[in-house]
């Protein structure tokens, strides 16, 4: 029986108040994996004792062994195998690469430091990892705000074949140039939640504020009110998702919400309003606005900031809604402003169902709740259920495959203890036998799945099981 037809035959029994099987019973892991997968601690590109004195006390408080294992495995990721520490101008600089992309990606080297950042004010060598990013990335937005990548030599031109034939304003030091709105919110929730943790400013200098007066000046451009604006992009490719028609994608009518080229999966949208996206604008604003203050960036800076969100938030309410199947209304994916909207999501964040998690929105919130139910359901064309796991895929992987990532997402937007622990048992399932947690995986084949060195999705495991501890202690 599948586990929604399993549901169905439930009725009305409640989800949470199910005997759900032990972790235990998860296959065991081979010889090699248990034996343990990181690098030497001499191989390491970055040690922190406090992330050590973590995985520790982990160990300790996780009773599954492949899920302690996957736990040691995967945590430190980002810091053993990513991370490259320098100076510019006497200033720390930290270039942090996807994994087996040689390149940096906002969104994926802010999300792959992030659990990290509970640590920063016991490990000073942490703490100066994340400085040294966010002048990183602060420089970067600078070199081009439309860029999505950027290579670790400012001069370079890019070496990703893909790009290079892009027909688009490629600068040097950017290694892709596709245009995503989360792309500038991540580097702002890394700066906010670095200052929430630390109450430290000294990474917010004069190239910082630049690049923050450039994050909202390009929101506002995008918004596309009088034009186009400056940002075209085509690229010669079988694959449809690759490029933007006519070099900035389908038409629009301009309703004050900001035009995306591509999804946080680096696929083009159908419509230009990729409303998850929109919501993490407008939580990015709002947290400028909070910084503008202690950071020197002003008040007025901070006014117009929140003017922007509420822009944003009422476009958003008046034209990112759809009619949901259980009654009332849910999220779109994305509109075009005329009417037109398209209902699905894709694992990558920001999602509809990672809206709790980025802070636009509270868990009980019945217009999330909609939306999530058809999210994890077959209303969901990249919803798909399997004998291995089931949960959200995306266009940008093969078909039937889940991600991870969708599951951890999952994970950390309810409080239902039996879902938690269903899609924990679906990722060991799915990561245990190799020992790392990967991109995608086919829904009944543990060995059907792609890119094994992905540093966001162990980094985001280590957040998951790091926040059961806290929450959750019983399920682990």
Request: one cysteine or more.
């Given at each position: 029986m599948q586990r929604r037809q399993f549901l169905t035959a439930l009725g009305a029994t409640s989800f949470a108040a199910l005997a759900t099987p032990a972790l235990a019973e998860i296959p065991p892991m081979s010889p090699q994996v248990a034996s343990g997968l990181r690098l030497p601690p001499q191989q390491r590109g970055f040690r922190s004792a406090a992330v050590e004195a973590t995985i520790a006390?982990?160990?300790r408080a996780i009773r599954n062994p492949a899920l302690a294992r996957l736990f040691e495995n995967a945590y430190p990721n980002t810091l053993d195998t990513t991370v490259e520490l320098g100076e510019v101008d006497g200033k720390p600089d930290t270039f942090v690469i996807t994994g087996d992309i040689k390149a940096l990606w906002l969104r994926d080297s802010s999300a792959q430091v992030t659990p990290y950042l509970p640590l920063v004010t016991e490990d000073k060598a942490l703490q100066r990892l994340f400085v040294g990013l966010i002048h990183r990335q602060s420089r970067c937005i600078l070199i081009d705000p439309y860029a999505n990548a950027y290579m670790h030599d400012?001069?370079?031109?890019?070496?990703?074949?893909?790009?290079?034939?892009?027909?688009?304003?490629?600068k040097p030091g950017v290694a892709e140039r596709k245009w995503e709105i989360d792309s500038l919110c991540y580097p702002v929730r890394l700066s906010y939640l670095y200052w929430r943790q630390t109450g430290d400013v000294s990474a917010f200098d004069d190239t910082w504020r630049a690049a923050m007066h450039t994050v909202v000046d390009t929101f506002r451009v995008q918004q596309r009110k009088e034009n186009n604006g400056?940002?075209?992009?085509?690229?010669?490719?079988?694959e449809p998702t690759e490029t933007l028609a006519r070099g900035y994608g389908a038409p629009t009518r301009k309703?004050?919400?900001?035009?995306?080229?591509?999804?946080?999966?680096?696929?083009?949208?159908?419509?230009?309003?990729?409303?998850?996206a929109n919501h993490f604008a407008v939580v990015s604003l709002r947290q400028l606005a909070e910084l503008a203050e202690p950071t020197g960036l002003g008040t007025a800076f901070a006014q117009s900031c929140l003017a922007l969100a509420q822009e944003v938030s009422d476009a958003l309410n008046a034209y990112g809604r759809l009619s949901a199947p259980d009654g009332g209304d849910m999220w779109a994916y994305e509109v075009d402003g005329f009417g037109n909207g398209l209902f699905m999501d894709d694992a990558n964040v920001p999602s509809l169902l990672s809206l709790p998690y980025l802070g636009a929105c509270r868990i009980d919130d019945p217009l999330y709740q909609r939306t999530r139910r058809a999210v994890l359901s077959r209303r969901n064309p990249y919803y798909f259920e399997g004998k291995v796991l089931s949960g959200v895929g995306s266009p940008h992987s093969e078909p039937e495959t889940v991600w991870p990532i969708a599951l951890m997402m999952q994970i950390?937007?309810?409080?239902?203890?039996?879902?938690?622990?269903?899609?924990?048992?679906?990722?060991?399932?799915?990561?245990?036998?190799?020992?790392?947690v990967?991109?995608?995986?086919?829904?009944?084949?543990?060995?059907?799945?792609?890119?094994?060195?992905?540093?966001?999705?162990?980094?985001?495991?280590?957040?998951?099981?790091?926040?059961?501890?806290?929450?959750a202690p019983d399920l682990l």
């Open positions: 006390r982990a160990r400012p001069k370079a031109r890019t070496n990703l074949s893909w790009s290079q034939t892009d027909f688009t304003d490629m400056p940002y075209r992009f085509q690229r010669t490719a079988s309703v004050g919400l900001i035009h995306s080229g591509f999804r946080p999966s680096d696929d083009a949208c159908l419509y230009p309003f990729l409303i998850p950390l937007t309810t409080q239902d203890k039996a879902e938690q622990r269903a899609c924990l048992e679906g990722i060991l399932r799915a990561s245990a036998p190799r020992g790392f990967n991109e995608s995986v086919h829904k009944d084949d543990a060995g059907h799945f792609t890119r094994s060195w992905f540093a966001w999705a162990n980094s985001l495991f280590g957040e998951t099981v790091l926040t059961l501890m806290r929450t």
